[in-house]
């Protein structure tokens, strides 16, 4: 998963490592540049163990974290698809909202309707 990220999320890392060490410096006029895509922020993504995951409303929740906080994947990668494929024979072929629904219950993929 890490591997994943780092490749698809290069640039995101950048500028977060980026921010840190201007929060820690705090020098004045620097610029992170363009912001993460709308899709990923909205996730409000939290890192857990070196990886991005899901920061949503679960939080203070009494549940495993992993189930509060899944690993975000990209919605065009091949890991995704393969995810995707799989939780779509486990739930007998089903509609879209009940793949959706097993596939989030293990990882979020951004525009997670985009790889049904």
Same mark, same amino acid.
């Given at each position: 998963?890490?591997?994943?990220?780092?490749?698809?999320?290069?640039?995101?890392?950048?500028?977060? @490592? @980026?921010?840190?060490?201007? %929060?820690? @410096?705090?020098?004045?006029?620097?610029?992170?540049?363009?912001?993460?895509?709308?899709?990923?922020?909205?996730?409000?993504?939290?890192?857990?163990?070196?990886?991005?995951?899901?920061?949503?409303?679960?939080?203070?929740?009494?549940?495993?974290?992993?189930?509060?906080?899944?690993?975000?994947?990209?919605?065009?990668?091949?890991?995704?698809?393969?995810?995707?494929?799989?939780?779509?024979?486990?739930?007998?072929?089903?509609?879209?909202?009940?793949?959706?629904?097993?596939?989030?219950?293990?990882?979020?993929?951004?525009?997670?309707?985009?790889? %049904?």
């Amino acid at each position: 998963m890490k591997l994943l990220q780092k490749e698809a999320f290069k640039d995101i890392r950048t500028k977060l @490592n @980026n921010r840190e060490a201007f %929060l820690q @410096n705090r020098r004045c006029g620097f610029s992170l540049g363009k912001a993460p895509p709308r899709s990923l922020r909205e996730l409000r993504p939290i890192i857990v163990c070196d990886v991005y995951c899901f920061g949503g409303r679960l939080q203070h929740a009494s549940l495993p974290v992993k189930e509060r906080h899944p690993d975000i994947l990209p919605s065009r990668h091949h890991v995704a698809n393969l995810i995707v494929q799989y939780c779509h024979g486990i739930v007998g072929h089903s509609d879209v909202q009940a793949v959706l629904s097993v596939v989030r219950e293990q990882v979020w993929i951004i525009k997670g309707k985009f790889p %049904l």
